[in-house]
Nanobody
Framework: QVHLVESGGGLVQAGGSLRLSCAAS????????VGWFRQAPGKEREFVAA????????DYADSVKGRFTISRDNAKNTVYLQMNSLKPEDTANYYC????????????????WGQGTQVTVSS
């Protein structure tokens, strides 16, 4: 069993930065892939970024490449999402998810989810 808690969301102006954190409980977290997903009102859940258990491989949505960076610190049971050059289009509730998945970009393959943290980017 893994329990995830996101933090770091907030209100920021366009061009600003935020760092989201996903803190996990459970000794098996280090061996799980972790993904970030987001969902805006009236929109479908969207893949943002993902990272393998070792941190050797990462994946990003085209819309955030070059602006967002995912990383993890297994010793702290935490995964981070550094978000730079934020745009109003990034406004959404952001969720982290963990699991031993075959395809990191598919939300329905993850077993564990946090409650989300709101990111709002103003013009």
């Amino acid at each position: 069993q893994v329990h995830l808690v996101e933090s770091g969301g907030g209100l920021v102006q366009a061009g600003g930065s935020l760092r989201l954190s996903c803190a996990a409980s459970g000794h098996t977290f280090s061996y799980y892939q972790v993904g970030w997903f987001r969902q805006a009102p009236g929109k479908e859940r969207e893949f943002v970024a993902a990272i393998t258990w070792s941190g050797a491989n990462t994946d990003y949505a085209d819309s955030v490449k070059g602006r967002f960076t995912i990383s993890r610190d297994n010793a702290k049971n935490t995964v981070y999402l550094q978000m730079n050059s934020l745009k109003p289009e990034d406004t959404a509730n952001y969720y982290c998810a963990a699991g031993r998945v075959a395809t990191m970009t598919r939300w329905d393959e993850y077993n564990y989810w946090g409650q989300g943290t709101q990111v709002t980017v103003s013009s």
